[in-house]
């Protein structure tokens, strides 16, 4: 569903990019601000409780993820130090958002328990990325998972949105139950998916020993 998505946002910022390719913007200076501004809208709104203005801010920065690859294929400038910096930079974008709202709960609303799951969504999520990172680089197939990073960052934004909009807060507690429990069982499913694949290997290195 996602990828459906995807291919309808990148056809709508397309003549944008094309746009900043002949202003001789790089791909990964896009990718630089992109983080920025999420990270902006998320550290300065979310901890004062203007959590719909966040999500918007974030929302008009998060479709430099698009951006940035769209440019880099378009350009030819694909690279290996491109897509280590874009996925490092999509870990913090990430961390930002949940580190936004662990401080609403805080501050603005206090909370312990959404605090902690904030942080939990926080932690898992890092995991989750990091498992795939790291056993793709052990040569395993780990594309697994009910919670992509973009199922997880269209939930949190838009339950945060309609939580503030509609007055509504359930909707903001629900989405970091979801997004807590979904993580946890992705990063579950990745280890599990990966120690399969190294019995495999390993059993499949024994028969020719």
Not at 56 to 62: N, T
Not at 90 to 109: H, K, P, T
Not at 190 to 203: S, T
Request: glycine share 8%.
């Amino acid at each position: 569903m996602m990828e459906r998505f995807r291919a309808f946002w990148t056809k709508v910022i397309s003549p944008v990019a094309h746009l900043l390719i002949r202003m001789g913007v790089s791909p990964d200076a896009v990718t630089l601000v992109g983080t920025l501004g999420v990270s902006a809208g998320a550290l300065v709104f979310f901890p004062q409780g203007k959590l719909a203005t966040g999500v918007l801010v974030i929302a008009a920065f998060v479709f430099s993820d698009l951006l940035d690859g769209y440019m880099a294929r378009t350009t030819g400038r694909v690279s290996s130090f491109g897509a280590f910096w874009d996925s490092t930079l999509d870990r913090v974008a990430d961390g930002a958002i949940f580190i936004g709202l662990a401080l609403y709960f805080a501050w603005e609303e206090p909370s312990r328990l959404y605090l902690v799951l904030s942080l939990v969504c926080l932690l898992m999520g890092g995991v989750t990325s990091y498992a795939r990172a790291r056993g793709e680089t052990l040569g395993f197939s780990v594309k697994v998972g009910i919670a992509e990073r973009a199922d997880r960052l269209v939930a949190i934004l838009v339950m945060t949105f309609f939580s503030a909009v509609l007055d509504l807060p359930v909707l903001l507690y629900i989405a970091l139950w979801g997004l807590a429990l979904a993580s946890t069982i992705t990063v579950a499913q990745r280890v599990w998916v990966v120690r399969k694949q190294a019995a495999e290997e390993a059993a499949l290195r024994s028969e020719h020993d």
